[in-house]
């Protein structure tokens, strides 16, 4: 088990630089290696890591000065989470699940609400839910009745808000109208329904989330859908704070979330590789460290490289992401989907990276490391493995979307 955290962890500045949180997710790492067979077993991080990720300012990452952010670009917020996800994969995505849609409340909500849910403080988290599977009812004051259960709603245990799609129901019952509700804590409840059904990511606190007829405010609800390519989305945060970060398309960014995650995974197996073959030897009498043979050398290389191929394109894409959102306002035009797209077919190769290298990692590890349970090599497979489940992932599918938006076909619901 690693020393307290307090002892390495740098508190929150008043005044970070991006480079300053970056270094401060870094000095996370040996506290969050420790706490990873915890973190599986209670589906999440610790409330004790909670308070020092609040104290080091990680939730404030994306979210507006205006309410008490930081309102760093989307790079620094992607290489924060590399750096906690190289700690603990599981920590790393319910951090990012949570913390990276200051992104949303900054750009999709209006004043009203971004000063009801934030504060003057910059308390504010939420899982993003974009599909579906529940409605918001008008009710005759004006307001919203919102009711439903939401799966898969990561980083929520944490969570101050969640922001959750439905289906608009405006006196004519429900129609394919959509919305997105921004849902107080204290008005929905946290299914424990995650952390033992999973084979991998246990402890990204991915719980489900039950509504029961919560009334929010008109302002806490936002038409359309956030999960579109085309279009211009409406951006109230936008003519708020005057950055283009908060006139982007949610789409293009939610992939440099979840890929932010699995690269940080990467290294993770990577770190656990190399104390691997620096302590094992080689079979025989005159068995020497493993490090110290061509084999060896040759896998820690191949991965290397892999992982950082894969952070390279991350950080590019993430990069591309903030022109877009640069040229949308210039240009007052909106987004291209096809140029959008571009965001997700890239990623997709760099979650390709990352996997391939932790399948090299894993299966050259050696059945005492990788084929035991409770290995950390065990749980960095298990995590990719369960994360390439994720719909968004099927690099495949989004390949035949790309191409039927190029050539002017009709890309199956995807814009």
Avoid at 25 to 54: C, K, M, N, V
Avoid at 144 to 169: E, F, K, N, Q
Avoid at 353 to 370: D, I, K, M, P, Q
Avoid at 386 to 409: D, I, K, P, S, Y
């Amino acid at each position: 088990m690693s020393a307290p955290a307090s002892a390495t962890i740098r508190p929150r500045e008043p005044n970070p630089r991006p480079e300053d949180l970056v270094h401060s997710a870094a000095s996370f790492r040996d506290r969050l290696l420790g706490e990873q067979e915890a973190t599986e077993e209670r589906g999440a991080y610790s409330p004790e890591t909670h308070e020092l990720f609040r104290e080091a300012g990680f939730y404030r990452t994306l979210l507006p000065r205006r309410y008490g952010g930081y309102e760093f670009d989307v790079p620094t917020f992607l290489r924060v989470i590399v750096e906690i996800a190289r700690g603990c994969p599981g920590t790393g995505w319910g951090l990012c699940l949570a913390a990276g849609h200051g992104l949303q409340i900054g750009g999709l909500y209006g004043e009203a609400a971004q000063s009801g849910a934030i504060g003057p403080h910059g308390d504010f988290a939420a899982p993003m839910r974009g599909i579906p599977m529940g409605t918001a009812t008008r009710t005759e004051q004006g307001s919203w009745r919102i009711a439903g259960t939401w799966d898969y709603c990561s980083g929520s245990p944490y969570s101050t808000h969640a922001m959750l799609a439905v289906r608009l129901d405006e006196g004519d019952g429900a129609t394919g109208d959509q919305g997105l509700a921004l849902v107080p804590r204290a008005d929905w409840t946290l299914m424990d329904d995650w952390r033992h059904r999973s084979f991998g990511m246990r402890g990204s606190g991915s719980n489900s989330i039950r509504v029961d007829a919560a009334v929010i405010p008109d302002e806490f609800l936002v038409r359309g859908n956030p999960l579109g390519f085309g279009g211009k989305p409406a951006t109230p945060g936008y003519r708020l704070h005057g950055n283009p970060m908060y006139a982007g398309h949610s789409m293009g960014y939610l992939q440099l979330e979840i890929t932010s995650v699995l690269v940080g995974c990467a290294y993770a197996a990577l770190d656990e590789y190399e104390r691997i073959i620096r302590a094992k030897r080689t079979p025989g009498p005159r068995g020497v460290p493993r490090f110290q043979t061509a084999d060896y050398q040759r896998y820690w290389g191949l991965a290397s490289g892999k992982a950082s191929a894969a952070e390279d394109v991350l950080l590019r894409s993430s990069e591309f992401y903030m022109e877009l959102c640069r040229e949308a306002v210039v240009d007052d035009t909106g987004f291209a989907p096809e140029r959008l797209m571009r965001i997700h077919a890239s990623t997709h190769h760099a979650v390709n990276l990352a996997w391939e290298a932790v399948e090299l990692l894993f299966r050259t590890s050696g059945t005492s490391e990788g084929g035991r349970n409770g290995s950390r090599m065990q749980r960095y497979y298990r995590d990719i493995s369960t994360a390439r489940t994720n719909v968004g992932l099927q690099w495949e599918t989004f390949a035949t979307a790309l191409a039927q938006e190029h050539f002017g076909l009709k890309a199956d619901g995807l814009v």
